[in-house]
């Protein structure tokens, strides 16, 4: 039976075309990811990925693995704490000077912005790697690249944070005389602090987790164990560190869940501002600091010698001038290309993938799932998809899709049970089928969220994407490990001059396609 013209979708010919223009440009993507599924079946490869996982049985569990695995486990949660210290420490005067928020006139300050844009748009493995250079293998340099980046997003976000609080009780404080810090203090500090510690301890889960990748290139904790059981194709001890991992993972999850509910329990009413759990919190905070900075006994005075600082000047002296050769531009901007490629591909695979896991109405079992895929980092499923389909830019594909899903699906989930159920309900009323009922009637009303969690995540994948050639997985991060590892420090200030513009330039082309959905 053929529809009517006022029967038909009045959207078909939009929809039709914003398929063909997403097929053309996700074509050459896709070409230049090397997606290729068939490797993944290919018999060479999967008698590879078989003996590696097999060998991850049973996990290691002698006495002497069992004592280094404790201590890296002590020195991961070390330098997730002492790196987050460093990293308010940093924050805190910078959002201070980049924040409008407090002063009469608002102004922004663009210089302490671009050091802002610096700090984060580079990643915190590339940090990692250049300490390591300078101040050898061990804590120090995971902790000082952990400050460094999340330095610069907690400043950001904070700065955001008060200026997104109501200005008129700081504004009245201001215009009776008292400075900006008063101002901020008694007059937007009561209004945001629930939101900045909530930011701080999601922070410090995620730092956790990035205390673990940063050991794949020599920064302590476990994933210097990691890194080592990996090269050894040692699949006991893999798997020993990866359980330890997930469940570090799992337990940093409950204690952020249960901090960001104590914030939101109301306080109750007191002269003191301070009572016994907010005290207990602050004198555990400060115990674990100080716990942290004496298990890894960094010695930053040391980094404040002159002998130190002549080591620091002449070692970032070798990266400039950068590489501006045609014929090196021209090999950059193939890993730009590449490194994007792996972001998309990436996102969309478990941007579809996630989704279908959401839907499911046995929640249980796929929650498991979905808290599993994002335990593991990117860099370990990386080395596993790596021997999955060979190296290149297919096995950071697949890291990447395999991490996100575990991301995207819960917060998919999540959105989709927040959406308005009127709609569907009421199309499953008139005869719809429950899966029309859900295309037309559920999904319009949560699409606003999904698209936004998907842009969020593709701006965090394409930093991810390139720093996951460092073990093998193609794009910029294949290409900074190699100049580094061969001492050739102006081509690899090109590449991490790349890998800033490329941050950049997709946080830039999020925020307009953000703008666009609304």
């Known amino acids: 039976m053929l529809l009517s013209r006022a029967d038909r979708d009045p959207a078909v010919g939009r929809r039709l075309t914003g398929a063909i223009v997403a097929l053309l440009v996700l074509w050459p993507l896709f070409h230049s990811a090397e997606v290729k599924p068939g490797a993944l079946f290919d018999p060479?490869?999967?008698?590879?990925?078989?003996?590696?996982?097999?060998?991850?049985?049973?996990?290691?569990?002698?006495?002497?693995?069992?004592?280094?695995?404790?201590?890296?486990t002590l020195e991961t949660l070390a330098i997730a704490t002492a790196g987050m210290a460093l990293a308010w420490a940093i924050a805190v005067p910078l959002a201070y000077l980049a924040s409008a928020a407090g002063r009469e006139r608002p102004t922004l300050n663009p210089l302490t912005r671009g050091l802002l844009t610096i700090l984060r748009?580079?990643?915190e493995l590339v940090w990692a790697l250049l300490f390591v250079r300078v101040f050898g293998l061990g804590p120090a340099a995971g902790v000082l690249a952990l400050g460094l980046t999340y330095g610069g997003m907690l400043a950001k976000v904070y700065a955001e944070i008060l200026e997104s609080a109501a200005a008129a009780p700081a504004l009245a404080l201001r215009h009776n005389g008292a400075s900006r810090p008063l101002a901020i203090l008694y007059g937007l500090l009561p209004q945001a602090s629930k939101e900045l510690a909530s930011y701080t301890v999601y922070r410090w889960e995620c730092a956790i987790r990035a205390s673990v990748v940063m050991g794949f290139v020599g920064?302590?904790?476990?994933?210097?164990?990691?890194?080592?059981a990996m090269k050894m194709l040692n699949g006991g001890e893999a798997a020993s560190i990866l359980l330890t991992f997930m469940l570090l993972v799992f337990a940093a999850d409950g204690i952020s869940g249960w901090l960001r509910r104590a914030l939101d329990t109301a306080p109750?009413?007191?002269?003191?501002?301070?009572?016994?759990?907010s005290s207990g919190l602050l004198i555990g905070l400060l115990a674990a600091i100080s716990a942290s900075f004496g298990l890894l006994d960094i010695g930053f005075a040391a980094l404040f010698t002159g002998e130190a600082a002549?080591?620091?000047g002449a070692f970032v002296g070798e990266f400039f001038p950068p590489d501006l050769s045609a014929g090196w531009l021209a090999k950059v901007g193939r890993g730009i290309w590449e490194t994007l490629a792996i972001s998309v591909v990436g996102t969309l695979l478990a941007a579809l993938a996630g989704l279908l896991l959401a839907l499911a109405k046995?929640?249980?079992p796929f929650s498991f799932l979905l808290n599993t895929l994002r335990s593991v980092p990117e860099l370990v499923w990386a080395t596993i998809t790596a021997l999955a389909v060979g190296l290149g830019p297919f096995a950071g594909a697949?890291?990447?899709?395999?991490?996100?899903?575990g991301v995207l699906g819960r917060l998919y989930a999540e959105a989709l049970a927040n959406a308005p159920a009127a709609p569907g309900n009421a199309l499953r009323l008139t005869g719809a089928p429950g899966g029309l009922a859900f295309l037309y009637g559920t999904l319009p009303g949560a699409a606003p969220q999904l698209i936004a969690y998907t842009l969020y995540r593709w701006e965090m994948n394409i930093r991810m994407a390139a720093i996951l050639g460092f073990?093998?997985?193609?794009g910029l991060g294949q290409l900074l490990y190699f100049e580094l590892s061969l001492f050739h420090h102006a081509q690899a200030s090109t590449v991490i001059i790349a890998m800033l513009a490329l941050s950049i330039a997709v946080d830039q082309a999020s925020a307009w396609l953000r703008q666009r959905m609304h």
């Open 471 to 474: 073990v093998g997985a193609g």
């Open 362 to 364: 046995w929640r249980a």
């Open 398 to 405: 697949l890291a990447l899709a395999l991490h996100t899903t």
């Open 44 to 72: 060479a490869n999967l008698k590879v990925i078989g003996h590696f996982l097999a060998g991850f049985l049973p996990p290691e569990t002698g006495a002497e693995f069992l004592g280094y695995l404790g201590r890296s």
């Open 219 to 228: 920064a302590g904790g476990l994933g210097q164990l990691m890194d080592q």
């Open 268 to 277: 109750a009413a007191r002269p003191s501002p301070f009572g016994w759990r």
């Open 121 to 123: 748009g580079i990643p």
């Open 310 to 312: 002549d080591s620091i």
